[in-house]
């Protein structure tokens, strides 16, 4: 019996994506139209059969959110509606993310609102790379694999610093993930203790940790508007770091981030290439994209052959 074939398509998100993981996984994206009208209402055409195949939709629901997250959802509802066997959504960056919870009275779930709205337009799992908060893969009834890019961030900090660097957390609630670097390379953990006045606005307070004379690596899931991420960079040098650096998944680098991050002390900020750089982020000589194609085609190839998915979770 011949083997299933697998489709990958995608929306205009991050179509670079989208090819690199087709390079890795030698197939061909499926051609679709993903196109709008001229009041802006988004149109998909699938232009290949697709009935009883597994496909996978590669879409982050980057900037413009809600526009990229229209496609998403049509175009799971055109496979759907085309009799695909299996519709596995690959959000390399998932919006909303930071909505996982009440904030205040009478304020929305934005992120299990949009987890409802995938499953409704007929996805029957879900890849997503770093979450915001780990607890969003609950708001998912369907299978739901949460990767990691400490694996392609590894590869590019074993190379430049050993176990007398010291990995920055920016927040508390970057405790856990930070320590997950620092436990890979037997480095120091150190944290910066921030209170946060309103949204996109931080203060830092004070570090907890040795950073004297340390080269530091500050680890975070995003950077949006870079003020904690800067913040935090120079309240390690004004403790006494040699230098420091930066890795965050996703690069949304929003409003003034990039100007930020040219005038901070950082030395190097590492990003993935789940959300495109914006022509401002490509051309500042601080910001340095790497791949996570390898990881996102490995995770698909083993799903899509039933291999386990777990030594992906590091």
Known sequence: ??????????????????????????????????????????????????????????QPTCNPVNDNLMELLIMCDALRRASAAGITAVIPYYGYARQDRKVAPRTPITSKLVADLLVAAGVTR??????????????FNIPSDHLYALPVFLEYLNSRFDKEAVFIAPDAGGVERTRAYSKRLDAQLAIVDKRRERANVSEVMHVIGDVQGRDCIIVDDMIDTAGTLCNAARAVMDRGARRVVACATHGVLSGPAVQRIDDSPLEEVVVTNSIPLAPAAAACKKIKPVSIARLLGEAIRRIHNSDSVSSLFV
């Not at 179509?15 to 690199?20: G, I, N, P, S």
């Not at 879900?126 to 708001?139: E, N, P, R, S, T």
């Open 1 to 58: 019996m011949a083997v299933k074939r697998v489709c990958l398509f995608t929306g205009n998100a991050n179509r670079e994506l989208a090819v690199e993981i087709s390079r890795v996984l030698d197939t061909p994206l499926g051609e679709a139209r993903v196109t709008r009208f001229s009041d802006a209402e988004t149109f998909v055409e699938i232009r290949e059969n697709v009935r009883g195949l597994d496909t996978y939709v590669i």
């Open 126 to 139: 879900v890849v997503c790379v770093d979450l915001h908060a780990g607890q969003i893969q609950g708001f």
